[in-house]
């Protein structure tokens, strides 16, 4: 696919989701007033559009690479750069609306603590790559020693 076709995939489906939203809220809440995440009349959480268009723009980006980059380990580290990018506001959007603005990182539910998840996702994500880059380093198959 080239950059138009996946630019093009990009905005119907951000403009398919956001329709989706919209329409959703409204007959939900009514018309918008505010952003929030109460469900007082007119006040709309934005938190479900920003993680489907999120996504989408995740999914869309990471075939875009898959069209371009053509080396493995360098494919994995774009796609980490762009899930960094995309995930990262995502998590904070998610954390600001359950615990309000950051103090510190905890696992409780009180305000002002953010569970870290986006560390143990990009960490992770960052070990595969470590893995796939001996694996490509290695040469693609297991090491053996022959005799």
């Known amino acids: ?12 489906g ?23 995440h109460e469900g007082e009349p007119g006040q709309w959480n934005p938190t479900l559009w ?5 996504g989408w723009g995740l999914f869309v980006g990471i075939k875009a690479l898959g069209a371009y980059v ?23 959007l998610i954390e600001w609306q359950d615990n309000g603005r950051f103090e510190r990182f905890s696992r409780s539910s009180e305000p002002g603590s953010w569970e870290p ?10 070990l595969a790559i ?9 040469g693609g198959r297991p090491h053996t020693t022959s005799s």
């Open 70 to 92: 053509r080396d493995r380990v360098r494919f994995h580290v774009a796609a980490w750069a762009l899930g960094l990018v995309v995930l990262t506001p995502l998590w904070a």
């Open 1 to 12: 696919m080239n950059a138009k076709l996946h630019a093009a995939a990009w905005a119907v």
């Open 14 to 36: 951000s403009t398919l989701i956001t329709t989706l939203w919209v329409v959703s809220e409204w007959q939900d809440v009514g018309a918008l007033e505010s952003f929030g």
């Open 50 to 54: 920003a993680l489907a268009v999120g």
């Open 130 to 138: 470590v893995l796939i880059a001996l694996w490509e380093h290695r």
């Open 117 to 126: 998840w986006i560390l143990y996702v990009l960490g992770g994500w960052a």
